[in-house]
Nanobody
Framework: VQLQASGGGLVQPGGSLKISCVASGIDFFYYVMGWFRQSPGKAREFVAGIGSSGHITRYADSVKDRFTISRDDAKNTVFLQMSDLKPEDTAVYYC????????????????????WGRGTQVTVSS
């Protein structure tokens, strides 16, 4: 199983960036997907999650109304569109996959997710 995140980079405050994560080795259609981030000296935190159908999404309060998570099952890819970026959004962003379960996912719990990517750096600075 591999989760390969890409698309990170340097962006000015107020700018936008879209990062992607391609999954291989799993039946992507059935998996809940999540994005987490970790800033230097801080614990990794939940950013956004999307259900297997794509109809259900969840966001951390800090990114609500600025970030949008989406998925393309035909390409085994999950996206995170980030807008109105702030310096505090600077972090390494990780995608994660949660296998199908017979219950609602615990979106923000790291232990919920079975597979993790290596992360992509997003830096918001002028």
């Amino acid at each position: 199983v591999q989760l390969q995140a890409s698309g990170g980079g340097l962006v000015q405050p107020g700018g936008s960036l879209k990062i992607s994560c391609v999954a291989s080795g799993i039946d992507f259609f059935y998996y809940v997907m999540g994005w987490f981030r970790q800033s230097p000296g801080k614990a990794r935190e939940f950013v956004a999650g999307i259900g297997s159908s794509g109809h259900i999404t969840r966001y951390a309060d800090s990114v609500k109304d600025r970030f949008t998570i989406s998925r393309d099952d035909a390409k085994n890819t999950v996206f995170l569109q980030m807008s109105d970026l702030k310096p505090e959004d600077t972090a390494v962003y990780y995608c994660a996959a949660d296998r199908p379960r017979n219950r609602s996912p615990s979106w923000s719990r790291e232990s919920e997710y079975d597979y993790w990517g290596r992360g992509t750096q997003v830096t918001v600075s002028s």
